[in-house]
């Protein structure tokens, strides 16, 4: 089935092509939301709420982007105004709060759920700009416009973020910050 053929079914209300839409895209964008979201109560909330809002405005979608991306932004858009609900999202740390342990972990082994850990015990602000500008592919401008931040926060947070998940991959090697 074509996304053409869902997103008609969909917009006809017909149960079958929801759930269809559901089962094909809510595990990609479940991973996107807790990307974004403190927890995993937070995220299964932006997914629901990002599922509600896609269907209502499916009418809408004209197909100028494909349809996974076009609901990639719908949950990163709320996911952020989660975050934004709770305020004080950009702030400065120090090494010792983001550490992060694994027991008997070697580096080679290091795979994409090892990494999205990494990523997902940044702190909020820096998880935030690390993921729009690294996964998504958002500049700085669009990060900026998006969070209501400067451009300069915004390069300012990736830069901790990647020195954070530096320091983080030097330390699963055994090696000492």
Not at 5 to 23: F, P, S
Not at 62 to 79: A, D, H
Not at 84 to 100: L, P, V
Not at 168 to 174: I, P, Q, R
């Amino acid at each position: 089935m074509t996304d053409k053929e869902l997103v008609e079914g969909c917009i006809r209300e017909d149960r079958y092509y929801q759930r269809m839409l559901w089962e094909r895209y809510s595990k990609k964008l479940m991973a996107l939301c807790m990307r974004y979201c403190q927890n995993q109560e937070e995220a299964e909330d932006a997914l629901m709420e990002a599922f509600v809002k896609i269907y209502d405005h499916l009418p809408n979608f004209r197909f100028q982007s494909s349809l996974e991306t076009w609901m990639r932004r719908v949950c990163v858009n709320i996911s952020i105004n989660k975050l934004r609900a709770r305020k004080q999202i950009f702030t400065d740390i120090s090494e010792s709060e983001y550490e992060i342990g694994y027991d008997d972990f070697s580096f080679d082994r290091l795979g994409v759920n090892q990494l999205m850990k990494l990523v997902q015990s940044l702190p909020e602000g820096y998880r935030m700009v690390f993921s729009l500008f690294a996964i998504e592919g958002y500049s700085h401008k669009e990060i900026s416009e998006t969070l209501g931040i400067d451009e300069g926060t915004s390069r300012s947070q990736l830069a901790k973020a990647r020195k954070a998940l530096q320091n983080m991959l030097y330390k699963l090697e055994g090696g000492q910050v």
